[in-house]
């Protein structure tokens, strides 16, 4: 698959429910409302979807959500899409998760074929752990940590850097990450959903977090990709890297070689715009999958050349649809 600039659309995230066991500040609001179930697409109508876009190229999926291990038994998807992986079909299956759920899961998802897991975690503070996600408990979610580590997983740690939260944490963050030998991403906040949170107060620069970085720790631009947005750094002291997922500071939209599927149907060419195509009536009408494929190829026809997100002119929200719906 290739879109109208040329980009080679290889790498497909699926969020498998909108619902989550935390409510962070910056993607949720309070009360939120969940989809119906007769919405939610089955976990054999994901798998025939993912399998489409393994036929038609994709060689990465990121299992995503909300938070994906709270979707009952959606361990069977991870299994079947597991299977796919090899020569002919994915090179990498992956999922993103809070860690809640991790202790429980770590090591089916290594028996699955998973390989690596990214985990947010935005603080390692636990009052501030707690405040950030309004009821998370922060001891659970590094028992899952710990538990996939000594599963086999390769874990990275998600951050989404936000001003009067965890600006002053990055470099006790960094040492953390170090010692237990895990990488670490910062994240720009980005103006997705309406929630309580002004993130024009919240956002910081990832410009100036390099900057204090350096202050204390040796960076040095590495080679590695993980075939996301992520510019990473090698970090001398400790051997492992940070990668530095910058939306607003510096666009990184001129190398996208991903799309977005949620766990309705909708698939999504940017997460940064709204134009969307609905996959679902084509699963439920009964069609096969050379229509199923051509939907796909339609869409990915209207894939943009990027976001347009600017954090100043983000009030409420630049776009309406809350990350959880997108996963990210």
Known sequence: MIDPFGRHISYLR?????????????CMAEDMTFLPKAEV????????????????GVKKIRLTGGEPLVRRNVMSLVEALG???????????????????????AEGLVRAGVKRVNVSMDTLDPEGFRAATRWGDLAQVQDGIMAAKAAGLRIKINAVALRGLNEHEFDRMVEWCGRHGFD???IETMPMGEVAEDRTD??????????RLR????????????????????????????GFITPLSHNFCESCNRVRLTCTGT??????????????????AGLDDV???????EAISRKPKGHDFVIERARPAAVARHMSVTGG
């Open 41 to 56: 697409l089955t976990l054999e109508e994901l798998e025939r979807l993912c399998g489409a876009f393994i036929t038609m």
């Open 267 to 284: 698939l999504y060419m940017c997460l940064g715009q709204e134009d969307a195509a609905d996959l679902r009536p084509v699963l439920r």
């Open 83 to 105: 299977r796919r992986i090899g020569p002919a079909g994915l090179e990498e299956l992956t999922l993103t998760t809070n860690g809640t759920q991790l202790a429980k899961h």
């Open 202 to 211: 919240r956002y910081l620069s990832l410009d100036v977090v390099r900057a």
């Open 14 to 26: 699926v969020s498998v429910t909108d619902r989550c066991d935390l409510r962070c500040v910056y």
């Open 291 to 297: 229509a199923l494929q051509a939907a796909i190829r």
């Open 184 to 186: 670490l991403c910062l």
């Open 215 to 242: 202050l204390n720790w040796s960076l040095s631009e590495s080679g590695y990709a993980t075939g996301g947005p992520a510019r990473y750094f090698d970090v001398a002291e400790t051997g492992t890297r940070i």
